[in-house]
């Protein structure tokens, strides 16, 4: 199996893709805008004690305040408070935590309202983003994750995966990390780590020691200011792109293809870090055409998203979410009835089921409750195959997730982890060539409408090079012949146009950009409705 990961860097969201033999298996999208990611840290204040619930919200800066329990303060509570006090007191400086380190541990059975007060200052990290009405989900355990170690302050603890199985092996890892990490830090070995030299391991905990200690320089920056920011964005986690890489990379990755130089600069640096005899996989997209649509990551996206989902020989599942869970009904469809009887053809649809729904379930990144709705089968030979099927595929998934057998009810439950917002790709579309009235101007007159907003462009604006993104269709009318429209333009305006095939726009629909790729909005005020 090949693997191939494909980044598409727009002005206002960077989108990734990794499809494994050409077939699209995650997506993920993300605004550039987005301050609230998984992994960042904020000296915060507590906005509200709710002793009910033994928690608090704490305001990060999101619309909604965050919601911090007792049990995520963490048993070392007390040891980050007491640190946080001193670097705050005027102890310059990277202060070692040893200082701070013979605090008692926080009690499980204590109460929020005797560990925290209104108005105090807290160190957090984010552990869930914000997801439908909640905001995000705030843990004080600050750990920084790196692809083999992830290392966690005032913990001397040292874990190692379990899926490491060698004995031999966890011992050299625990007394490799155990020789080279400050006191006052604890670890987890990541199953990656198996079989890697003290030099990578050294290299990666120097680098995540920097990140904890430019963390304490800002918040001590912070503090001398005449009036502190609250709340204050210590730690930002590895962009995007980097965060999906570092988790996901593995030697058999073929490609990684980007589309925006400075995207492309980052990556290629990570990729030099963690794997210097891989770099040259990693390659800067350079073609005319939309990186997705060269791809086929597009046409992708559109069919494997939305309500309905086909899959072999006209069988489809019909994927519904609620605040609760997402519902999942597998349905035979057209397909003809298998010869060998009812019980074989349930069996095929639902094992085919069970593939694509392994894939919807990362495609997707749903997360929380599942429920399954199977077509009945009769024999239990049948229906355990069926669940072995679906524990195979998920293999594959890295998030954490349990399955559990089909109940007598022919329902099968899953849990999956959830720590963002699951995918939710609109693929039917307002249209926006009508504005929803049913009614657009004549086919027949939208190359006079683009001719009219090109003279504009060229006399009025003085644009001399423009780049018109249009459907497949009406690219390939635009450049029709020796003497095309686009060429007749070119010559009548003396204006450079390139004309872009973009499968992601409607048939009458059209974008313009400038030499260095920044729309130009020609949209009429109907057509902005």
Same mark, same amino acid.
């Given at each position: 199996?090949?693997?191939?990961?494909?980044?598409?860097?727009?002005?206002?969201?960077?989108?990734? &893709?990794?499809?494994?033999?050409?077939?699209?298996?995650? /997506?993920?999208?993300?605004?550039?805008?987005?301050?609230?990611?998984?992994?960042?840290?904020?000296?915060?204040?507590?906005?509200?004690?709710?002793?009910?619930?033994?928690?608090?919200?704490?305001? %990060?800066?999101?619309?909604?305040?965050?919601?911090?329990?007792?049990?995520?303060?963490?048993?070392?509570?007390?040891?980050?408070?007491?640190?946080?006090?001193? =670097?705050?007191?005027?102890?310059?400086?990277?202060?070692?935590?040893?200082?701070?380190?013979?605090?008692?541990?926080?009690?499980?059975?204590?109460?929020?309202?005797?560990?925290?007060?209104?108005?105090?200052?807290?160190?957090?990290?984010?552990?869930?983003?914000?997801?439908?009405?909640?905001? *995000?989900?705030?843990?004080?355990?600050?750990?920084?994750?790196?692809? /083999?170690? %992830?290392?966690?302050?005032?913990?001397?603890?040292?874990?190692?995966?379990?899926?490491?199985?060698?004995?031999?092996?966890?011992?050299?890892?625990?007394?490799?990390?155990?020789?080279?990490?400050?006191?006052?830090?604890?670890?987890?070995?990541?199953?990656?780590?198996?079989?890697?030299?003290? #030099?990578?391991?050294?290299?990666?905990?120097?680098?995540?020691?920097?990140?904890?200690?430019?963390?304490?320089?800002?918040?001590?920056?912070?503090? &001398?200011?005449?009036? *502190?920011? /609250?709340?204050?964005?210590?730690?930002?986690?590895?962009?995007?792109? %980097?965060?999906?890489?570092?988790?996901?990379?593995?030697?058999?990755?073929?490609?990684?293809?980007?589309?925006?130089?400075?995207?492309?600069?980052?990556?290629?640096?990570?990729?030099?870090?963690?794997? *210097?005899?891989?770099?040259? =996989?990693?390659?800067?997209?350079?073609?005319?055409? *939309?990186?997705?649509?060269?791809?086929?990551?597009?046409?992708?996206?559109?069919?494997?998203?939305?309500?309905?989902?086909?899959?072999?020989?006209?069988?489809?599942? =019909?994927?519904?979410?609620?605040?609760?869970?997402?519902?999942?009904?597998?349905?035979?469809?057209?397909?003809?009835?298998?010869?060998?009887?009812?019980?074989?053809?349930?069996?095929?649809?639902?094992?085919?089921? &069970?593939?694509?729904?392994?894939?919807?379930?990362?495609?997707?990144?749903?997360?929380?409750?599942? %429920?399954?709705?199977?077509?009945?089968?009769?024999?239990?030979?049948?229906?355990?195959?069926?669940?072995?099927?679906?524990?195979?595929?998920?293999?594959?998934?890295?998030?954490?997730?349990?399955?559990?057998?089909?109940?007598?009810?022919?329902?099968?439950?899953?849990?999956?982890?959830?720590?963002?917002?699951?995918?939710?790709?609109?693929?039917?579309?307002?249209?926006?060539?009508?504005?929803?009235?049913?009614?657009?101007?004549?086919?027949?007159? /939208?190359?006079?409408?683009?001719?009219?907003?090109?003279?504009?462009?060229?006399?009025?604006?003085?644009?001399?090079?423009?780049?018109?993104?249009?459907?497949?269709?009406?690219? #390939?009318?635009?450049?029709?012949?020796?003497?095309?429209?686009?060429?007749?333009?070119?010559?009548?305006?003396?204006?450079?146009?390139?004309?872009?095939?973009?499968?992601?726009?409607?048939?009458? $629909?059209?974008?313009?950009?400038?030499?260095?790729? $920044?729309?130009?909005?020609?949209?009429?005020?109907?057509?902005?409705?």
């Amino acid at each position: 199996m090949t693997s191939e990961v494909i980044v598409n860097v727009q002005p206002k969201e960077i989108s990734i &893709a990794l499809l494994e033999d050409k077939r699209l298996v995650e /997506f993920q999208q993300e605004g550039k805008e987005e301050s609230f990611s998984v992994g960042n840290i904020y000296l915060a204040k507590v906005k509200k004690i709710m002793p009910g619930l033994n928690a608090c919200f704490v305001n %990060v800066g999101h619309e909604r305040d965050a919601f911090l329990h007792y049990l995520d303060l963490g048993i070392h509570y007390r040891s980050f408070e007491k640190y946080l006090q001193l =670097i705050q007191d005027g102890k310059k400086g990277n202060l070692p935590l040893t200082k701070a380190s013979g605090q008692s541990d926080l009690e499980k059975d204590g109460s929020i309202q005797n560990t925290l007060k209104q108005g105090q200052e807290v160190l957090v990290q984010i552990a869930k983003e914000p997801i439908s009405t909640k905001g *995000p989900r705030l843990t004080c355990e600050i750990s920084f994750a790196g692809r /083999f170690i %992830v290392l966690i302050p005032f913990c001397d603890k040292i874990s190692v995966s379990t899926k490491i199985k060698s004995a031999q092996e966890r011992a050299r890892l625990k007394q490799l990390i155990s020789s080279i990490k400050p006191k006052g830090f604890g670890c987890i070995i990541r199953t990656v780590a198996e079989g890697k030299r003290v #030099a990578e391991l050294d290299l990666e905990l120097k680098t995540l020691l920097k990140r904890w200690t430019d963390a304490i320089a800002k918040i001590q920056k912070n503090k &001398a200011l005449t009036q *502190p920011k /609250f709340p204050l964005l210590c730690y930002e986690e590895t962009s995007r792109t %980097v965060a999906l890489l570092r988790d996901l990379f593995n030697p058999s990755y073929e490609n990684i293809y980007v589309d925006d130089e400075s995207v492309y600069k980052d990556v290629q640096d990570y990729v030099r870090l963690i794997a *210097p005899d891989r770099q040259q =996989i990693v390659k800067l997209y350079k073609g005319k055409v *939309p990186i997705f649509d060269n791809f086929s990551v597009t046409k992708q996206i559109k069919t494997s998203f939305g309500r309905t989902i086909t899959y072999k020989h006209g069988a489809y599942l =019909i994927i519904e979410h609620t605040e609760a869970l997402h519902v999942v009904d597998v349905n035979s469809g057209n397909r003809s009835k298998s010869p060998e009887g009812q019980e074989v053809n349930a069996l095929d649809v639902n094992l085919g089921a &069970a593939d694509e729904l392994a894939r919807q379930l990362r495609l997707r990144d749903m997360g929380g409750i599942i %429920v399954v709705d199977f077509i009945d089968m009769n024999l239990a030979e049948n229906r355990q195959k069926l669940y072995e099927r679906m524990v195979e595929n998920m293999k594959k998934d890295r998030a954490r997730h349990n399955i559990l057998p089909l109940s007598k009810f022919g329902l099968m439950q899953i849990t999956r982890q959830r720590v963002r917002p699951a995918m939710d790709v609109k693929v039917e579309e307002s249209c926006p060539t009508c504005g929803g009235t049913g009614k657009i101007k004549s086919s027949l007159l /939208f190359t006079d409408a683009l001719e009219g907003k090109i003279q504009m462009l060229a006399d009025k604006l003085n644009y001399r090079k423009i780049r018109l993104h249009v459907h497949p269709f009406v690219a #390939a009318y635009l450049d029709k012949g020796l003497l095309s429209l686009r060429r007749k333009w070119q010559l009548r305006h003396k204006i450079n146009i390139q004309v872009i095939p973009n499968q992601k726009l409607s048939y009458l $629909q059209y974008l313009f950009y400038d030499r260095d790729g $920044q729309e130009i909005d020609m949209r009429e005020e109907n057509e902005m409705q």
